[in-house]
């Protein structure tokens, strides 16, 4: 005589997704980067790169994958953001210099 037992054997759960620290980490980064014009893209760069590369064999990486794409992308946007940024900040400042020197020469030409 052969009993069934009632109780569920071991069943299949999907896989929670993995998070990838580094992922996080360089997504981080490349916005704060938009504060830090040039280390903080070229970290961002680095670190998605990495994140992208030791994500790459994991069957449940698709957010990490993401994240890594993101931030890299922001990153070289930062970077290529960088010189127009400086260059604009450089104008003005070559501006007030001008403005200040010609105010200068004016009081000295009224004293005269």
């Known amino acids: 005589m052969h009993t069934y ?4 054997g071991p069943q299949a759960v999907a896989a929670p997704p993995a998070k990838n620290g580094l992922a996080i ?4 980064v490349a916005i704060v980067g ?5 280390i903080g893209p070229l970290v961002a760069i680095v670190l998605g790169i990495v994140a992208l590369v030791g994500s790459s ?3 449940h990486a698709g957010g990490a994958k993401a994240m890594s794409i993101i931030a890299i992308c922001l990153g ?3 970077l290529a953001l960088t ?3 400086l260059a604009q900040a450089m104008s003005r400042a070559r501006d007030v210099a ?3 020197k010609s105010g200068t020469q004016m009081q000295e030409i009224h004293r005269a």
């Open 98 to 100: 001008i403005r200040t």
């Open 34 to 38: 938009l504060c830090i014009p040039v």
């Open 76 to 78: 070289v946007l930062c």
């Open 25 to 28: 980490a360089a997504l981080i």
């Open 57 to 59: 064999g994991k069957a």
């Open 83 to 85: 010189p127009m940024i």
């Open 5 to 8: 037992n009632d109780t569920p």
